[in-house]
């Protein structure tokens, strides 16, 4: 939530700081803002709304300065306003500031600031942190940002500039992601990659309590005693071509269209000689695995889905019990876990602050925390005993796609290595790295005929749309599915929801008849995932049964399978087909196309979904 950059260098600072945010516009973006040193005078100019609309007032009242930081806002203490905009400076504009997390201790620090004289001129909980810096200022505003973090509670990632101490920046986070990027006569500070990647792929992570000071042509890493500290720049992979969106009209459009090769290179990085999983960056020892005696998986939202999936199959072919829990429940609810647990949280950013507690919790409970992440270097990556990046190159839409499935790609490859560290290969059927690696192809040739209208899900989701407004906006998602691809009625719900506002829900397709039944009449638009499976002839009696009802069927099918075109199905969407098991990742790319082209439709902002925002890195 929130994002922050900070630039000190010899280019248009502005420019770079809004470009910066552009991309990292993801993480929130109810009010931007930037604030520009020149001289020994700072100019902030922030506004409310979209990023454009400062953009719009910076091209009529343009700032100057090599020296800038900036902020993209998702709202938590005070309304979203230009006033609670960031960046933030106390009474006297000798600090500004920029604030990613939460100061719990904040009324407390503002009384106290106050009382001493401190002017407030937000809501906000972050503008103390302005008051603190300027008030602890004794001429060296590295020392006096140390001072004030001693006196925060809460979560941060601050950049701050003194208006007497030209090009330079200072950094600090504590639980809110901020990295270095190092540039050649120039360096930047940001709560995430993409922001510098067009400048640079040098990048140090920075610790908890670090603090860095970046000027155009120096860059110090300090830890909590203001002690220097050596840290080295780890190159980063990615390109910037990632984290644009290249002709496509969203990035979820374009992130969708990457899941081929994004699995296509998960797979290959790890499948040696077509047949053996090996994970050369994890950090726990084969022993620990043949140790385990259960698994527990956290995750949030779609992460937590692939987590639901993961358990599917690590207890059909690894043969172990696992438990799978959002992170927001296990953290509170004291969950039995021992040192022969392995738990197993699951996060593209590494940064979910619920996620992060949860593995927190695990590692103090004593037992083995493995994290599955997409964002290198990541929190979560660092504290995690081991780590297997999913590399999917930088999400930027909120709506989490390639993610999700290059997480289940991972579960897959997990599952066998699994199995064969824990002398249960035998469990897996002999194809199964001949299967997975099929994946890829065929998620390639379903997108292929999506491409060429050969699939209909966008004229679905227009009549959809038509129904909607004929039916005085009563029309509604049920999506159902059974056994592994349960947590895909779940994530195709929650993909629906959260960019096109629709009201949605995810069921067991074997509960439907103990409560959900109840909603169905004519309309209720029911998502149901009937594709080849143990459970296919349970699920053409759970549509019989909606049909009965007046529910107008939507039908996730298998190529070949004609049973229910032009017969119960309302309309049918048919993909590749493929043993049960490995259907999720091809099942759930027509879900992500129907909660897209449905948004579509009703013209909503479909990368930047209302009240949402792509990393919560607050409880
Ligand atoms: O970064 P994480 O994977 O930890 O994020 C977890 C959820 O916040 C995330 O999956 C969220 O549900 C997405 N917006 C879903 O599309």
Not at 83 to 94: F, G, S
Request: with cysteine.
């Amino acid at each position: 939530m929130c994002g922050i950059i900070g630039y000190s260098g010899e280019q248009n600072a502005p420019e770079v700081l809004l470009k910066g945010l552009a991309r990292l516009e993801y993480r929130g973006y109810d009010s931007a803002g930037i604030a520009v040193l020149k001289g020994e005078v700072i100019k902030i100019i922030k506004k409310q709304g979209k990023l454009e609309i400062l953009k719009e007032e910076i091209r009529l009242r343009p700032l100057e300065g090599t020296t800038g930081i900036g902020h993209t806002r998702w709202a938590t203490h005070g309304e979203p306003s230009d006033r609670n905009a960031h960046p933030h400076n106390d009474h006297r504009e000798d600090v500004a500031i920029a604030h990613n997390g939460i100061i719990e201790n904040y009324k407390q620090l503002k009384k106290e600031l106050e009382e001493s004289g401190h002017i407030f001129k937000s809501e906000t909980d972050s503008e103390v942190i302005a008051h603190l810096i300027a008030k602890e200022y004794k001429g060296d505003l590295r020392l006096a940002v140390n001072e004030a973090a001693k006196q925060l509670k809460g979560s941060f990632a601050i950049a701050v500039m003194h208006q007497n101490e030209p090009d330079r920046i200072i950094g600090i986070r504590k639980d809110s992601p901020l990295v270095v990027g190092l540039g050649k006569h120039e360096n930047f500070i940001a709560s995430d990659i993409p922001a510098v990647l067009e400048y640079t792929k040098e990048i140090i992570y920075l610790e908890n309590n670090e603090v860095v000071d970046i000027k155009k042509g120096k860059c110090a890493v300090y830890n909590e005693e203001g002690v220097p500290i050596e840290k080295i720049a780890t190159t980063i992979e990615w390109n910037i071509a990632q984290a644009e969106k290249t002709g496509y009209k969203h990035f979820m459009l374009k992130e969708i269209f990457e899941q081929p090769e994004v699995l296509k290179q998960t797979f290959k990085k790890r499948i040696k000689n077509n047949k053996e999983v090996v994970f050369e960056e994890l950090r726990i020892s084969e022993d620990v695995f043949k140790e385990t005696r259960d698994i527990t998986i956290v995750a949030c939202g779609t992460a937590y889905h692939a987590g639901l999936t993961g358990r599917y199959m690590l207890e059909k072919y690894a043969r172990l019990s696992v438990g799978v829990d959002t992170s927001s429940e296990f953290r509170y609810r004291d969950p039995l876990i021992t040192k022969n647990t392995l738990v197993i949280v699951i996060s593209q950013s590494g940064e979910t602050a619920d996620t992060l507690a949860a593995l927190r919790e695990a590692k103090k409970k004593g037992a083995k925390v493995l994290a599955i992440c997409n964002v290198l270097g990541s929190t979560m990556a660092r504290e995690a005993d081991g780590v297997i990046y999913t590399h999917a190159g930088p999400e930027i839409a909120v709506a989490s796609t390639k993610a999700y499935s290059a997480q289940l790609g991972i579960l897959y490859l997990f599952t066998h290595y699994l199995a064969r560290v824990r002398g249960e290969a035998g469990n897996c059927p002999a194809d199964f790295i001949e299967k997975l690696t099929k994946l890829p192809e065929l998620a390639a040739r379903m997108l292929k005929h999506y491409r060429k209208n050969e699939n209909k899900i966008k004229e679905y989701a227009a009549k959809f749309h038509q129904y909607y407004l004929a039916s005085d906006n009563k029309s509604c998602f049920l999506y159902l599915g059974r056994n592994i691809n349960y947590p895909n009625a779940l994530e195709g719900a929650l993909k629906l929801k959260e960019i096109s506002y629709i009201s949605a829900e995810g069921y067991p397709a074997g509960e439907m008849k103990h409560g959900p039944i109840a909603v169905i009449d004519e309309n209720t638009w029911v998502v149901c995932i009937a594709v080849k499976s143990d459970t296919y002839e349970k699920m053409l009696s759970n549509i019989q049964e909606i049909k009965a009802r007046g529910g107008i069927i939507v039908a996730i099918v298998s190529e070949k399978d004609l049973t229910l075109k032009g017969k119960e199905a309302d309309y049918v969407i048919a993909i590749p087909e493929t043993d049960e098991i490995f259907s999720p990742i091809l099942v759930t790319i027509p879900l992500q196309l129907l909660a897209y082209h449905v948004a579509s439709e009703f013209g909503y902002d479909i990368d930047k979904p209302r009240n949402l925002a792509k990393s919560v890195t607050v409880e």
